[in-house]
């Protein structure tokens, strides 16, 4: 069965700077796929270049069709939601608010969908007239991963979910990415920093230094080879 | 092989040798070529050329400051206003003085001072005020300070206007001998062009670029961002005061809304054609709308018929043509014509690397 | 002391009307311009020019004998279509560009508008006022201008109005949402260009209102007639506080109640230099609270 997403020989660039070179990578549906490196290794730009928002050339493509010519809005509503670093929720806006613009995109059963995620993150149910700039930075990440599931997304991309966030509640997102699959059959591509969790929760993963793809495999053939220190440069989680 | 540090001014004068042969290009036709107030057969008047490079005085020290720092201004406009009022009221003739300015001190009512005087002292009180106001409104930044510049365009806008004893409210001065020759616009206009660019290449002047491209991280090497942009509106209100005097002085009769809004655009519009960042694109830019202006000018007189309506005077036409020119800088050259460079930085590189291909 | 409210009462009164009535048109002016900056970081000089749209189509159809029923709506739609159009062809190239590109250009469309109006419609057009313009009430001892009631509770009314619309439409969250975080809000699917139109239009129609207050009180339109309203608007904006709609607001009424007070408290020789103390006031604010009274203390940058 052909992937969900398929990148070949992607190119993004910020102006003048080529943020990744050359990557090749693929996603199954109903996998969760690890993208690991360190910082500036290109994940995030790799999100970015295939959430539309950053210039970029070579073939991305989404159930067998090409979207790497289209605008961000275009792919969203092919069903590709991204949940940028940093969680970047709409501080000045209500919860209930974040969440409705999530839905913008499918507004058809967006009550319903809105009440399923309210039951997967029962602590937006109990704030949720609150504006976002009131919540923790564990619930705010909590708020971002559900507005990005407002459009019921097939593909989610996750940039660094766990940023910032105490151990406990690491741990917690991490058990939620686990049910999104299970529950709610959403194929996951997530960019980490934090690999031992990645590696125990995730399918497959890549692992990015300075823009291109290092290495590709299982958890299993990831944590016996030694070339993941080498990519982090010595810095392993 | 390095220059020694102390060298820098001068090479930075001599790269403003370019365009001051330019003006000097200018002013050969303003002397030799050019008909006296009117058009001869030739396409500008003398009166044309003193008025390009009283601009030439105005907009390169408008770049002193915004081209260095990043901040637009609008407020500039009140320095040259106070700076052609002053002069103007050092200058009218004691006989018609206390007609026109009742209140004036009498020290002033009984003297009356020839050009260089007059614009000297007006400069110098120009300075004065810049140094105030500097003080208060370079504390803010961005939106704010081009906010807090502007209100105080508006300020003096009101002072002009409502001053009656001296300025003579919404009438205006007049009275105003016309000395300035075309010598002295420009002479001055090259002395300003030379100090705008040893500004910006000395030390003050590229702390301030580098403030322009990220204030925070300048200031986190330790330059004084608020000092070095004081210094630079020092200078900068100073030389458009000794611009507005020479107009004052060229105009021979000034109100206060010579020195508003419209007057604030043209400046503005001259500097961002022809590029904020360097002297050569001010300059520039002053020449490419001056010569737009001289060749749109004579079909403002004329009538239009579009069929369905027909218009009588296509009056103020140059503007029309001053916003063709900027939406195309704009869309096309955000830089202004010049560019980063200064021409002869441009040159020399040519040159460098044609001596390289061979 | 009976006597002294009885005396100072009306007067009271009255000024506290002509604060409300000058603050709501430049609220209503102030709101326009924050509405395209929150989300795009346009400061709009042209906005000056809407304004002058409403008026000249005020004109034109009181001109031609349109009853007063058919021109309000018409003189509200004008200038949001001008807005809409200004849009598509001087901003949209230009999406994107540093806020001093933004700036420049805006005033590059300003002055397009101005020397056409001056072509086409070179002198001042008087407006034919509707007779209870003129009209007062009186409320016990008190005499209020007809006028600057309606204008007033027609401006609280808009603001009402616009509150739910951005707090309860899906456009006008998504407006909300673009203010804050624009690239964000394309994530999310919604239309980039939707929601820009959406402002620019929304801006118009308030440039609209305004310039029904604006005209009916000055009754005459010129070509030049935007700039200085624009100018007044554009401070209230900053000393509300950038990029915050209800800073525009807030601050459109602070510098309508400071004239007002202002040219009431200073005596008679100062008078002219009334509008100079109106912006030394507003430095002040700026120096003192460089984030705007409404809006909320910056970081390092």
Redesign the interface.
Known sequence: MAPLLEVRRLIARYGPITAVREADLAVNEGEIVALLGANGAGKTSTLGAI?G?VARSGEIRLDGREISKL???QI??RGV??T?EGR?V????TVA?NL???G??R?AGAGEQRERLLELFPVLAQRLHAPARTLSGGEQQQLAIA?SLM?RPRLLLLDEPTLGLAPKLVALVFELIGRLRAEEGVTVLLVEQNVHRALDLCDRAYVMRTGRIEVEGTPDELRRTTRIEDAYLGIVA | MSRPWRYWAVESAAGSALVAAGLALVFLYGVLWAGGTTRHTVLFSKDTIVYFFIDVVLVVGLQIFSGNS?I?SFGHTAFIGTAAYAASLLSIDVALKSYVSPGLPHYLETHSVGLVPATLLAVALVGILALATGL??L??????A???I??LL??AN??F??W?SVTRGAGGLYGMPESTTIGWAFGTAVLAVVVARVFKDSRTGLQLQGSRED??SAAAVGVHVRAARLRAWLLSAMVSGAGGALFALKLGAITPSTFY?QET?TI??ML?IGGMTTVSGAVAGVAVVTFVREVVKPYESRSLDLGV?H?D?????T??A??AL??AV??FR?EGLVGRSELDESLRRLVRRGSRNR | MMAVIAVTGPYLVQQAINALSLGSTYALLALGLAMLFSIMGL?NFAHGELLVIGGYVMWALLEHGVPWPAVIPLTLLAPALAAIAMERI?FR??RG?S???L???S???S??L??VF???A?TDKGIELPSWVDDVVDVGPYTISVLKIVMTGLTLLTLLLLTLFL?RT?LG??M??AA??F??????????NAVVIAAFALSGLLAGLASLFYFTQSGSVGPFDG?EPV?KA??AV?IGG?GSLTGAVVGGFALGITEVVLDAALPAGAQ??G??FA??V??AI??LR?QGLVGRPVG??
Do not use: C, H, W, Y
Not at chain 1, 90 to 93: I, K, P, R
Not at chain 3, 183 to 192: I, N
């Open positions: 959430s928002l605008r961000p809005e969203v509503r939601s991204l940028p970047r709409f501080a000045g806006l608010e409705a613009i999530g913008a995109v507004r507005r459009s | 990043g637009l208060v409104v504390r803010l930044d961005g939106a704010s081009v906010i807090a502007l209100a508006l300020i009101v002072v206007g409502a009656t204030a925070f809004l655009f503005v519009v961002v309506m218009v005077r296509l009056t103020n036409l503007n029309l001053l916003v900027i939406l704009l869309f955000r | 400061i001087a190239p230009l560009a806020l001093v590109t700036l420049i250009a005033f590059a469309v002055l397009l101005q020397t001056q072509i086409f070179g707090k899906l969250i998504a909300r949402a804050e975080d690239e964000v809000t394309r994530l999310m699917g919604v239309r980039a700039t100018v554009f401070i900053v950038l002219p230099f509008t100079a912006l030394l507003v430095i700026l120096l460089p390092l940058t």
